[in-house]
């Protein structure tokens, strides 16, 4: 399933939109979920926990797609 993110200001780290969009239930199930290479950002697994997130990527958690998109 495919949703949308408005991202406020220039980004939001990886783990805070795993976060907002419920995707994971608290901070540390991000972390585990992102250490575990369960995401994919733009098609490629990262573990980077603070990555920045920007306008126009795509990030992937499962059968979850977020889109984001400038606010």
Known sequence: MSTTFAVRGEYIQ??????ATGLCESGGA?????AEGR????????????AKMRPGQVVTIGDEEVVLVAE
Do not use: S
Not at 14 to 19: G, H, I, N, R
Not at 30 to 34: F, G, S
Not at 40 to 48: E, F, M, N, P, S
């Open 14 to 19: 990886l783990d805070q939109l795993l976060k």
């Open 30 to 34: 991000a972390h585990a979920a992102i």
């Open 39 to 50: 995401v994919k950002v733009d098609g490629a697994v990262d573990t980077r926990k603070r």
